[in-house]
């Protein structure tokens, strides 16, 4: 699938990244960088990598992918450090779970050639020695394009989600900042929150002790690693603070209920999250029947991030993507196959209604 991958981070997620690409045979060659030189021999020894390299110009000379799985905090200036040595045909995409701000900033120094990512995987374990070939099998791996991000560089990207077991979905930039605030970050604040009360208790010894499954639950994620999170948290500093606002004034309805003896309103409340809880993990997964999607489109900026982030809005499971352009120059087809007949048919709708002759039909 691909030549040359070469991944800039070899931790968790870039160890993961690594030997999910090897155990698929998806990778003729996978070129580890870690500013850790332990990091590399660790991943030689295992496997992970077929090379390593001794700076991110040297790993990312004649690749044709690279993932940067650095803290967020360093991606663009990683960007910025292979601009010189990046072949033009080579597709970048990231792993950081904060996309607005570091998308227009590597799109700036990249261009076309960046499109965003963000695996929803991972474990409160950090390094490469927890590395998992199998962290994404099953996982939402979520792609952000926008108008400027070529459809070979979304392809790309959606190909290795694809190799890793993931299933990609794109969705623009501010609305994955919008939605990880509350899926990912306000949880792991909160978790925090939860353990701090219970050991600041004058009876924390006997507390903790009689512990049992629902704290660990909850807690499970308070033990990740301290700096990768205030990283993380500060990268997406506004869409948490408006959802820690927004759970804030659902605790204090909660107390308010339980002050004033309102057990019925008490009950409705809990009676809601647990119907939403059950609705949210139920749901039917998208391995479903590939549907075709084809329509003329003007080669503008814009058309793909329109389209991309229609499919987003609906959760339409995008699994291949391409724009097949016109040898007159101006116009294209642009060609999707799209993860079931019902979120394909809901797609064809609202693109219809944007304007595009949509076609249907099955993949090639």
């Not at 800039?8 to 990778?27: F, H, K, N, Y």
């Not at 991110?56 to 799985?69: C, M, N």
């Not at 994620?221 to 759970?247: H, K, Q, Y």
Request: negative net charge; charged residues 20%.
């Amino acid at each position: 699938m691909f030549g040359r991958v070469a991944v800039v981070g070899t931790g968790l997620i870039g160890g993961s990244i690594c030997l999910g690409l090897r155990a698929s045979s998806s990778a003729r060659e996978v070129i580890g960088f870690d500013l850790d030189p332990r990091v590399g021999e660790t991943g030689l020894s295992c496997g992970a990598f077929t090379a390593t390299a001794g700076s991110v110009a040297e790993a990312v000379g004649g690749a044709d992918l690279v993932v940067i799985a650095t803290p967020v905090d360093a991606t663009a200036e990683i960007c910025s450090q292979m601009v010189a040595s990046l072949p033009e045909r080579a597709v970048v995409t990231d792993v950081g779970s904060a996309k607005q701000a570091v998308v227009a900033e590597c799109e700036a120094l990249l261009g076309d050639r960046f499109v965003g990512g963000h695996p929803m995987a991972g474990s409160e374990r950090h390094g490469i020695a927890a590395a998992d070939p199998e962290l994404f099998q099953d996982a939402w791996w979520i792609l952000t394009p926008t108008a400027t991000t070529r459809s070979s560089a979304y392809r790309a990207a959606s190909a290795l989600a694809t190799a890793l077991g993931a299933r990609p979905i794109a969705v623009e930039p501010g609305g994955h900042d919008r939605l990880l605030a509350r899926l990912s970050h306000l949880p792991q604040v909160v978790a925090s929150g939860i353990v701090a009360a219970a050991v600041g208790a004058e009876d924390r010894a006997s507390l903790l002790g009689l512990a049992a499954g629902g704290f660990r639950d909850v807690t499970r994620i308070a033990a990740s690693e301290p700096g990768l999170w205030v990283t993380i948290l500060r990268a997406n500093r506004e869409a948490v603070l408006d959802a820690l606002d927004e759970f804030s004034d659902r605790l204090s309805d909660v107390a308010g209920a339980l002050r004033e003896e309102r057990w019925e309103e008490l009950e409705a409340f809990l009676a809601h999250a647990r119907s939403a809880r059950i609705e949210l993990f139920a749901k039917p997964q998208m391995h479903d029947v590939p549907v075709a999607l084809s329509m003329p489109v003007l080669d503008r900026p814009g058309v793909l991030a329109e389209v991309t982030t229609a499919a987003g809005a609906l959760g339409a499971n995008i699994e291949d993507l391409r724009i097949v352009h016109s040898t007159e120059g101006g116009r294209g087809r642009l060609e999707l196959v799209v993860a079931g007949e019902r979120p394909a048919e809901e797609l064809a709708e609202r693109l219809q209604s944007l304007g595009y002759r949509v076609a249907r039909g099955r993949p090639d």
